[in-house]
């Protein structure tokens, strides 16, 4: 059941992290990965936010969303590579901007997505 549920809620994930990353991507015209950023503090802020639930929902529903949307939506290896290429193309300030911003920001939004739900359980 566990493998069914991700599989469901990736097929969610992965299509919404390509469409939410193009739609912010061509609203912008700059080297800066800001439809990556968005997809992974947005998954940073959900997952913040089952953590935060703690035990008051059942385990299929971290094994849905937690593990398969969330999983599917957040991109760490798309991060790298997006650093990478930013790197490589002598555009070191938005190299690093970018490492910062994303880190900052994740974290920032998974704390908020935990305080706001343990603040309504």
């Known amino acids: 059941m566990t493998a069914v549920l991700v599989f469901l ?9 390509y469409l939410t990353d193009r739609a912010v991507q061509s609203r912008h015209d700059t080297l800066f990965p800001w439809g990556t950023l968005t997809v992974n503090v947005l998954g940073s802020l959900v997952l913040g936010g089952l953590a935060g639930a703690g035990g008051a929902l059942p385990p299929l529903v971290a094994e849905l969303v937690g593990v398969g949307f969330c999983g599917a939506l957040t991109t760490y290896s798309t991060f790298s590579y997006e650093t990478l290429r930013l790197a490589e193309d002598r555009a070191y300030f938005y190299a690093a901007l970018n490492v910062v911003i994303s880190v900052l920001a994740s974290v920032g939004a998974a704390l908020l997505g935990h305080t706001a739900v343990q603040a309504v359980v």
């Open 9 to 17: 809620g990736a097929m969610v994930g992965a299509p919404l992290r």
